[in-house]
């Protein structure tokens, strides 16, 4: 039984076209630079598969109100996106969006950043 499986396995990943399969690679977040700003400064978000085809919008979430962000740079190892003036002092989660897919899919990345306030 164990071969049958994988043999069907590897026809299912076998068929899917290359370009369909890197238009549906998962973006990674793994570093933030700076690790806090204030509204108005830029940080730089470092990771895999974060061009504009996996990545779409970004947003800053504390579990219960989300925030997005105007991004200002982006190619597939980076993001730079500007913290908005209406993010209020707190540590945030990053959530990555993709809607350019029929599915659009929101996944909450690994990395924080922390909002300081006005002239912290």
Request: with cysteine.
């Amino acid at each position: 039984m164990k071969s049958s499986f994988a043999f069907g396995v590897l026809l299912v990943c076998a068929a899917i076209p290359p370009t369909q399969a890197a238009q549906g690679a998962m973006p990674r977040m793994t570093t933030v630079s700076p690790a806090s700003g204030k509204p108005g400064d830029v940080v730089t978000v470092a990771g895999e598969n974060l061009d504009k085809d996996n990545v779409t919008a970004i947003l800053l979430t504390d579990g219960s109100a989300d925030v997005p962000v105007e991004i200002v740079g982006q190619n597939s190892t980076e993001v730079k996106f500007k913290i908005p003036a209406s993010a209020k002092p707190g540590r945030f989660a990053l959530v990555t969006r993709r809607t350019s897919q029929q599915e659009p899919r929101e996944i909450e990345q690994p990395v924080k950043v922390t909002v300081t306030g006005p002239g912290s």
